[in-house]
């Protein structure tokens, strides 16, 4: 059964960094990708990063470049979303998601609240 678990989520304030941890089981494939989405409330659901976990390239939601950094740790099963010079905007449930390639079928953590304060 595949399971990703958000963690490393709270308040900070604006400028301060936070490190979001997605912990991995399950996959018996490896031509997959995570990426960490975000919804804050009454808006739509954003893709924040995502990184592939066969060739290690990434990728960014404009919005969060020079100031995020996916990486992976195969070893501990770990995707990190490092957020640093973090925005009251930037506040929201983040999500990690994992998908095969070039499948449908994806699965879900259960988000975790990062909260920015003014």
């Known amino acids: 059964e595949v399971q990703l678990v958000e963690s490393g989520g709270g308040l900070v304030q604006a400028g301060g960094s936070l490190r979001l941890s997605c912990v991995v089981s399950?996959?018996?494939?490896?031509?997959?990708?995570i990426a960490w989405f975000r919804q804050a409330p009454g808006k739509e659901q954003q893709g924040v990063s995502c990184i592939s976990m066969t060739d290690g390239s990434t990728s960014y939601a404009d919005s969060v470049k020079g100031r995020f950094t996916i990486s992976s740790d195969n070893a501990k099963n770990t995707v990190y979303l490092q957020m640093n010079s973090l925005k009251p905007e930037d506040t929201a449930v983040y999500y990690c998601?994992?998908?095969?390639?070039?499948?449908?079928?994806?699965?879900w953590g259960q988000g975790i609240q990062v909260t920015v304060s003014s």
């Open positions: 399950g996959f018996t494939f490896d031509d997959y990708s």
């Open positions: 998601k994992g998908q095969r390639h070039n499948f449908a079928r994806a699965w």
